[in-house]
């Protein structure tokens, strides 16, 4: 898998150097960064800013780039243990994404679950994410519905963002918990919103009818932290 842009790849450098397999670099480092580097065990190329385009595909990538392992999607039975975890149903932007999982991963949650989409696109999530993608579990699962099921018998409340919810501030968290966000333009499904144990929403001032959703999800992951 190839990465780029100096956030992800130094996130890597920082905390699994060892899951880089090539490092390119399209800019002069000082000596002394470049040694710490030559050090660390993985291959390192120079390489023209006009290649470096064309790996990025004429993306922003700031004179870094990295071939690394592929990230290996996490299985839903293995979130049986865990404590809150984030469902993604039918989002399809890859920057909100990211976005998502930053904020997850700063935020104490377990695991990121994406539904309702057949094939994700990991690579500019790393981007988006600045990295937290490499140490949030990530699971796709197509059906929401059996998500939602799986999780109940695995003892968790299903919290859901829905326009008319209850007012987050208002809400004692407690135990296993799912936050369900829903995309960017429909939200979540009205089966989904049917099964939720306790919609959820965020109470506007000055009559501002909503937040994207990276920033709503930010705010009640936020809330649900016990």
């Known amino acids: 898998m190839l990465i780029y842009g100096k956030q992800p790849i130094y996130y890597l450098l920082d905390h699994a150097p060892q899951k880089i397999r090539t490092l390119y670099l399209a800019k002069e480092l000082d000596k002394k960064e470049y040694s710490r580097l030559m050090r660390m ?15 990025s595909k004429t993306g922003n990538h700031q004179g870094f780039l990295a071939e690394v392992d592929e990230i290996e999607p996490a299985s839903l039975s293995s979130l049986s243990d865990k404590n809150f975890v984030v469902i993604l149903s039918g989002m399809t932007d890859v920057g909100n994404i990211g976005a998502i999982v930053r904020s997850a991963y700063a935020l104490g949650v377990d695991a990121i679950i994406v539904c309702g989409i057949r094939r994700l696109q990991l690579e ?3 981007r988006s994410s600045s990295g937290a993608l490499f140490d949030m579990p990530i699971v796709i699962q197509h059906n929401l519905y059996d998500v939602m099921n799986d999780l109940k018998v695995a003892g968790f409340d299903h919290y859901g963002a829905v326009m008319d919810g209850t007012d987050v501030r208002e809400i ?31 109470k506007m001032a000055h009559g501002f009818d909503s937040l994207n959703v990276s920033a709503a999800g930010a705010i009640l992951m936020d809330r649900m932290r016990l």
């Open 172 to 202: 004692a968290f407690t135990g296993k918990r799912s936050l369900i966000l829903g995309n960017e333009g429909e939200g979540i499904p009205g089966r989904a919103v049917r099964k939720l144990d306790f919609p959820v929403s965020i």
């Open 124 to 126: 500019p999530i790393v």
């Open 41 to 55: 065990g993985f291959e390192i190329k120079r390489i023209p800013a006009n290649a470096a385009q064309s790996m």
